[in-house]
């Protein structure tokens, strides 16, 4: 089994209870939002890294994050941006299993044509009532399953 830790929106934030979370994964993902280099530094030390630029993300240093990425984990294909407004492209006709987005800060889970449709929710600075959050998706045997985890009560 194949564990990726899904976290976006941290503004600049990465909380212990997020690093604790992550510990063990094959690979982090970062939907955007990332606030300050130091996040995906600090990332890329717990697993490898992959990770798109979301709107707050301006200083000269996201210049070398793209805002788009899309790969491949054992047969399964992923297509990761910031914004799900901003998907301009049909991922079950494209080959996507799973679509990762960020930026609403509401955890979200949605299977459609057989498309997964994943947003981990906010790990950074807490936004009116929403939780704070990340999810842990698992790829078994062309399985993929996908759960959140809460990090702030």
């Excluded at 212990?16 to 993902?29: K, R, S, W, Y």
């Excluded at 899309?70 to 991922?91: C, I, Q, S, T």
Aim: charged fraction near 25%; aromatic fraction near 6%.
């Amino acid at each position: 089994m194949t564990r990726i830790g899904v976290i976006s929106d941290t503004h600049g934030v990465l909380r212990p209870e997020a690093v604790e979370a992550l510990e063990g994964v094959d690979l982090i993902v970062h939907a955007g939002d990332i606030g300050k280099p130091e996040v995906l530094e600090a990332l890329a030390a717990i697993a490898p890294l992959r990770a798109v630029r979301g709107n707050v993300d301006k200083s000269p240093w996201a210049d070398a994050v793209p805002s788009t990425d899309a790969f491949e984990v054992e047969g399964v294909f992923f297509y990761l941006l910031h914004d799900l407004a901003e998907l301009d492209l049909d991922p079950a006709a494209g080959g996507f299993q799973v679509v990762i987005s960020g930026h609403s800060h509401q955890p979200r889970e949605e299977w459609r044509d057989e498309v997964l449709y994943l947003n981990p929710g906010s790990a950074g600075p807490r936004r009116f009532r929403l939780p704070i959050c990340l999810s842990i998706l698992e790829l078994a045997d062309g399985d993929i399953t996908a759960h959140h985890v809460d990090l702030v009560s």
